[in-house]
T-cell receptor, first 117, second 114 residues
Framework: AQSVTQPDIHITVSEGASLELRCNYSYGATPYLFWYVQSPGQGLQLLLKYFSGDTLVQGIKGFEAEFKRSQSSFNLRKPSVHWSDAAEYFCAVGAGDYGGSQGNLIFGKGTKLSVKP | DTAVSQTPKYLVTQMGNDKSIKCEQNLGHDTMYWYKQDSKKFLKIMFSYNNKELIINETVPNRFSPKSPDKAHLNLHINSLELGDSAVYFC?????????????FGEGSRLTVL
């Protein structure tokens, strides 16, 4: 069965420092992988996605992620964190095609990012 | 204009009551979803509708009944509410077959059952 693991529940970084959020997945085939961000009291917003091709994908807000098949990982990175990046970050894997609907995502439990001034 | 809107945003009710949450999307998407986020922030899909037709129905108690009057609306009705139903319920939509997994979420409806 598909699953997503985010090993870090809570990470605190200083503003301007680099960031890496870890994500490991379990999936039989080539996965569809996603990172979503949830600001307090808000819904989730898609940061970036990987389907195939270049294993380094760029997203919005200066984020990028690298797919590493050998490690079953899809870690999220940002070179310089801003205070507005404080939020909850969710990694997700696409759970396949349900008669055409491809929005069945398996989410990790999230990593809360705090940013110190 | 809000792309995916849910009402109400907050709902506090007693055990045993019946309540509904409404969702509307103005993105012209074909598919809509209900996700449940529990107190530990774990998100899990409940239902998916494609063009008013039920596509995904995960292992959700039959006290939960989705209704899609048209492809822009997906409502969630919950009968005989239980304490464990307390959660944040997110509606989402996607343009099916275009970009798999690109969901647009509403802001959530926080349900508290007392």
């Amino acid at each position: 069965a598909q699953s997503v693991t985010q090993p870090d529940i809570h990470i605190t970084v200083s503003e301007g420092a680099s960031l890496e959020l870890r994500c490991n997945y379990s999936y039989g085939a080539t996965p569809y992988l996603f990172w979503y961000v949830q600001s307090p009291g808000q819904g989730l917003q898609l940061l970036l996605k990987y389907f195939s091709g270049d294993t380094l994908v760029q997203g919005i807000k200066g984020f990028e992620a690298e797919f590493k098949r050998s490690q079953s990982s899809f870690n999220l990175r940002k070179p310089s964190v801003h205070w507005s990046d404080a939020a909850e970050y969710f990694c997700a894997v696409g759970a396949g095609d349900y008669g055409g609907s491809q929005g069945n995502l398996i989410f990790g439990k999230g990593t809360k990012l705090s940013v110190k001034p | 204009d809000t792309a995916v809107s849910q009402t109400p945003k907050y709902l506090v009710t007693q055990m045993g009551n019946d309540k509904s949450i409404k969702c509307e999307q103005n993105l012209g998407h074909d598919t809509m979803y209900w996700y449940k986020q529990d107190s530990k922030k774990f998100l899990k899909i409940m239902f998916s509708y494609n063009n008013k037709e039920l596509i995904i129905n995960e292992t959700v108690p039959n006290r939960f009944s989705p209704k899609s009057p048209d492809k822009a609306h997906l409502n969630l009705h919950i009968n005989s509410l239980e304490l464990g139903d307390s959660a944040v319920y997110f509606c989402a939509s996607s343009q099916d077959r275009a970009i798999p997994g690109e969901l647009f979420f509403g802001e959530g409806s926080r349900l508290t059952v007392l």
